[in-house]
């Protein structure tokens, strides 16, 4: 059993170390000076734009999730109580202190 626990030890170890070097060593693609809505291409060492939504795409509305339909409702109106200014804020304290 100790033998067996020494050398998983020394597996987990290895892993670590090899995971550790491997974060160090390798620069990711954000080392690009690209810019965010760029992408980079390795083997040429360009930043491209990407390419242009093609005609049949349609966006969905900015009020819905993009998993939505397109034909997704605006949701409803704010209700009457989320509008009004409130009682016992401190502009109404401050108001009617003053």
């Known amino acids: 059993m100790r033998w067996f626990v020494r ?7 290895l892993a670590f170390a090899s995971m550790t ?3 160090i060593a390798t620069p990711g693609v ?8 760029m992408s980079f291409n390795p083997a ?3 930043c491209n ?3 242009a939504p093609p005609d049949w795409y349609t966006p969905p ?3 819905a999730p993009s ?8 949701p409803p109106p704010a209700p009457w109580w989320h ?8 502009a109404s304290i401050v108001g009617a202190l003053s």
Not at 67 to 74: F, G, I, M, R, S
Not at 83 to 88: A, D, H, T, V, W
């Open 7 to 13: 050398r998983l030890s020394a597996v987990i170890a």
């Open 21 to 23: 070097v491997a974060v």
């Open 30 to 37: 954000s080392s690009a000076d690209c810019g965010s809505n």
């Open 44 to 46: 040429t060492n360009a």
């Open 49 to 51: 734009l990407p390419p």
């Open 61 to 63: 509305p900015p009020y």
């Open 67 to 74: 998993y939505a339909p397109l034909d997704t409702p605006p």
């Open 83 to 90: 509008l009004s200014p409130r009682c016992g804020t401190t």
